[in-house]
């Protein structure tokens, strides 16, 4: 059976169902598992026909053995987890008319519109599921830069083994994500408006990792996370990479590239696994925003923090990429010693240069981008212009990567992924048309709803957030206590 370790290399391996409840593993670094399973092109042959959820089954099989889930079970979690998403295919992929063998594909079909449903819908399942067959309960809680916030709050309401705390920096998400989470009914989501974040989200995963290190604080309350730091989101997204190679391949083998604007780096993460497990990626682009950590890890070997810019994209203004971590680790052999020496150099330093056979181990197959505020906005008018197809300012961001680098790029078709739908970000949109009134594609009806209803939230300023948030949250675990 598949076991679990940290990319730290200081805990002793757990099972599947531990590690998706803890979130960190007890080192505080990340968890990973053992060995990556492989598949053959003979298997991804098999796998051509399959719908999204049939093939997710069969890529979460490999990782996931049925003495901790039963196929049925996995069977079903997988369905009711992408029951409410608005396309039957659940990820489509739209070819692009104005750029030959371009393909996006389209992550927004979640019910908060974001490609964090893709594994918060999975994965939120998952530890109820696991939960109530425990019987016990958990606080969960999460920082978000204005997506998993809200695919968080959708999927953990009404669910009675959970209470979800989502914090976000107030200045830096749209009024549009922030309703996503305040408008919820439920009593057991509680988002919190963190104000006088200078470094936007990163401020509040640091809060996090602190809550966690409080030893009785985590024990008393069942502390966990759904952020990307939880290995179940990165196995899910590791299905649509494989998902949209089978959609697009001519014949299995061919090498197809794929551009992904990137933050925090779960995301490619698991497409860098995928390849690893044997999926025929050509190039990975990592598609950053001015906030170009990764663009200065994949080109210079260089994992440096610098100050914060506000972009258009600001779902990817992310200083830390902290599932960079993670992905290194199996570059490296599996060595957890050596992350452990990095990150706390890191950590001593903000200034970390790897050495160049480091760099070369983790930089293959990979080329990043750094795209400007303004050929964000110019690519999204472009496109709408020439064929009338509305990106989000994270999607933007990809094709405008896979078009500079287009010459470097030698698969035999390229996918970019559209992250968000352009209804989470109106103003933008409206900057790019240079017109205020919006077309019909950057409307959504949930948006709509949304701005009818009383918001709920709690607020804090950032310089006290931790001491606030033990208050809050001791509190109400007691109060649900004394109610249960
Ligand atoms: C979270 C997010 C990303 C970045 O994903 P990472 O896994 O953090 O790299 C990109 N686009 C959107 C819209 C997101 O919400």
């Not at 052999?333 to 240069?353: A, C, H, P, V, Y």
């Given at each position: 059976m598949l076991q679990y370790l940290s990319t730290t290399g200081g805990t002793e391996p757990v099972d599947f169902e531990t590690a998706i409840l803890d979130g960190f593993a007890g080192d505080g670094g990340l968890y990973v598992p053992e060995r990556l399973p492989t598949f053959s092109l003979e298997q991804l042959d098999q796998w051509r026909s399959l719908g999204y959820i049939d093939l997710a089954f069969e890529i979460l099989s490999l990782f996931i053995d049925s003495s901790v889930i039963k196929a049925a079970e996995l069977k079903q979690l997988l369905t009711e987890a992408y029951a409410p998403f608005e396309k039957e295919s659940v990820i489509p992929l739209h070819p692009l008319r104005s750029r030959k063998n371009t393909y996006i594909m389209e992550l927004f079909y979640g019910p908060t519109l974001?490609?964090?449903?893709?594994?918060?819908?999975?994965?939120?399942?998952?530890?109820?599921?696991?939960?109530?067959?425990?019987k016990e309960r958990l606080s969960i809680v999460v920082a978000t830069t204005g997506d998993t916030g809200p695919a968080t709050a959708y999927f953990a309401a009404g669910k009675?083994?959970?209470?979800?705390?989502?914090?976000?920096?107030?200045?830096?998400i749209t009024e549009e994500q922030e309703r996503q989470m305040t408008t919820l009914p439920h009593s057991n989501v509680y988002p919190v408006a963190v104000s006088n974040?200078?470094?936007?989200?990163?401020?509040?995963?640091?809060?996090?990792?602190?809550?966690?290190?409080?030893?009785?604080?985590?024990?008393?309350l069942k502390l966990s996370s759904v952020n990307s730091i939880n290995w179940g989101r990165v196995m899910m997204q590791t299905v649509h990479y494989v998902y949209g190679y089978?959609?697009?391949?001519?014949?299995?083998?061919?090498?197809?590239?794929?551009?992904?604007?990137?933050?925090?780096?779960?995301n490619l993460c698991a497409g860098g696994l995928a390849r690893n497990m044997g999926l025929p990626v050509g190039t990975f682009v990592v598609a950053n925003n001015?906030?170009?950590?990764?663009?200065?890890?994949?080109?210079q070997?260089?994992?440096?923090?610098?100050?914060?810019?506000?972009?258009?994209?600001?779902?990817?203004?992310?200083?830390?990429?902290?599932?960079?971590?993670?992905?290194?680790?199996?570059?490296?052999?599996?060595?957890?010693?050596?992350?452990?020496?990095?990150?706390?150099?890191?950590?001593?330093?903000?200034?970390?240069?790897f050495d160049q056979e480091t760099f070369e181990s983790y930089k293959k197959g990979?080329?990043?981008?750094?795209?400007?505020?303004?050929?964000?906005?110019?690519?999204?008018?472009?496109?709408?212009?020439?064929?009338?197809?509305?990106?989000?300012?994270?999607?933007?961001?990809?094709?405008?990567?896979?078009?500079?680098?287009?010459?470097?790029?030698?698969?035999?078709?390229v996918i970019c992924l559209n992250t968000a739908h352009p209804a989470k970000f109106p103003d933008v949109i409206a900057a790019a048309l240079a017109s205020s009134i919006l077309p019909e594609a950057a409307n959504h009806r949930s948006i709509v709803e949304a701005q009818k209803r009383c918001q709920k939230k709690y607020a804090c300023d950032h310089s006290h957030l931790e001491e606030a948030l033990l208050t809050a949250m001791e509190s109400n675990w007691d109060l649900n206590k004394v109610n249960e």
């Open positions: 974001s490609f964090k449903d893709i594994g918060l819908a999975f994965l939120v399942n998952l530890v109820d599921f696991f939960l109530q067959r425990k009675s083994s959970l209470d979800a705390w989502v914090l976000y920096p107030q200045e830096f974040c200078p470094d936007g989200g990163d401020d509040l995963d640091l809060v996090i990792a602190k809550l966690y290190a409080n030893k009785t604080f985590k024990k008393k089978l959609q697009v391949a001519d014949q299995m083998g061919d090498p197809i590239d794929m551009v992904v604007p990137s933050g925090a780096f779960g001015q906030n170009a950590c990764l663009h200065r890890i994949f080109s070997g260089l994992f440096k923090k610098e100050a914060i810019f506000e972009t258009p994209s600001s779902a990817i203004d992310i200083l830390i990429p902290y599932n960079f971590w993670r992905f290194l680790y199996f570059q490296v052999g599996m060595d957890g010693s050596k992350i452990k020496r990095w990150i706390s150099e890191f950590k001593r330093t903000g200034n970390l240069q990979f080329l990043s981008y750094s795209a400007t505020n303004e050929q964000t906005l110019s690519t999204i008018r472009e496109i709408y212009q020439t064929e009338n197809y509305l990106l989000d300012p994270h999607g933007a961001v990809a094709v405008i990567a896979a078009e500079t680098l287009a010459e470097s790029l030698n698969g035999k078709k």
